[in-house]
């Protein structure tokens, strides 16, 4: 699990030390274990916000670790295209590599580290895949997707699409040296990363060196998700214990405390955890398949938007792989089924 890495931690701007006296550490609110699945034409995910009420996630809707997972040659595998509507989808690479391309004329390759974000606003076809020389090879993949929501305000905004690489990120070290940061987005002890979003948030990808403590402070605003995604460790003040595939919701507080174990295993030496946050939107929800929007209505004119052909158009040179028409809603996309409800507190 490479992403990225650096010669000296030591080198690095640190993070301020919290000072327990004036501190408010975020206690655990839950920890649940991501069920394991299939996505796209057949690669393994974890589901990793399954069982967690939207009033907790608010203001993320879904995420998928991807992988990981080692290809054997001829196996690996990506979606066909397909639509989305009223919310962002961010993809991070760990390991492995992706093409993206999209209907509005983004796109591009991510690898080790990198990340695209793409914005579907008032709605966007897009195709993720392996390229030609990855499936003829085969070897590791791992990464994340995560839907963030957008307010009903920027849910009509034309797409977009950036692209983020891996040696853009905010690299940042513990008081320690025990852990380094990698800001993706959103800020840190004032280090901001390179990720522009609609809706205010922070996501971090943290490695925790075996027996480190990493205390971060968080904005008392925002809400604060922690997914083990390789390792062991404990987290919060009542040092619940985790593992990978576990997420951990916190409570508020303006502090949050992550400590890998001192024994970890062989192949994952390290903890490795993805820190989300973000400021509740508090607005209704009603997501179907790859849709994201305030009312049922809205949904309803999405679907009848993407079959009438409203919401783009595949372009001339696609990457070779299944044709949108060969997509039935709903669907997924790493996403859930039809589902309601109110975020936010």
Not at 296 to 307: F, L, R
């Amino acid at each position: 699990m490479p992403a990225v890495t650096v010669n000296d931690i030591l080198a690095l701007p640190r993070i301020p030390a919290v000072d327990p006296a004036t501190a408010v550490e975020r206690p655990v609110r839950s920890v649940t274990t991501a069920p394991s699945g299939f996505e796209g034409e057949g690669f393994p995910v974890r589901r990793a916000f399954a069982g967690v009420s939207m009033r907790d996630l608010d203001p993320f809707v879904h995420m998928d670790q991807m992988g990981e997972v080692d290809y054997a040659p001829g196996e690996p595998k990506g979606t066909p295209w397909h639509p989305h509507r009223g919310f962002e989808t961010v993809t991070y690479i760990i390991d492995g590599i992706f093409d993206h391309q999209d209907s509005n004329g983004g796109g591009g390759r991510i690898t080790n580290g990198d990340t695209q974000w793409m914005t579907a606003g008032a709605g966007i076809l897009h195709i993720e895949a392996p390229p030609e020389q990855l499936v003829i090879s085969g070897g590791l993949f791992h990464g994340i997707q995560l839907w963030v929501n957008l307010p009903a305000a920027s849910k009509w905004n034309p797409p977009r699409y950036q692209d983020i690489r891996g040696r853009q990120a905010r690299l940042l070290s513990s008081p320690d040296g025990g852990a380094l940061v990698r800001v993706i987005a959103g800020q840190v002890a004032g280090y901001a990363g390179p990720g522009w979003t609609f809706t205010p948030i922070t996501m971090i990808h943290a490695t925790v060196s075996p027996g480190a403590t990493l205390e971060l402070p968080w904005q008392a605003g925002f809400n604060a998700l922690a997914y083990v995604l390789a390792g062991r460790g404990d987290v919060g003040a009542e040092h619940w214990p985790v593992h990978d595939g576990q997420l951990a919701v916190f409570g508020s507080g303006d502090t949050v405390r992550i400590a890998a174990d001192t024994m970890q295993d062989g192949h994952h030496p390290n903890l490795e955890v993805l820190m989300l946050g973000g400021r509740p939107i508090g607005e209704p929800v009603v997501h179907y398949g790859p849709f994201v929007m305030n009312t049922k209505q809205e949904i309803a004119q999405a679907v009848a938007d993407y079959q009438a052909g409203r919401l783009g158009r595949i372009p001339a040179q696609p990457v070779p792989h299944r044709h949108a028409d060969d997509v039935t809603l709903p669907y997924l996309d790493a996403g859930p089924r039809a589902r309601e409800g109110r975020s936010g507190h």
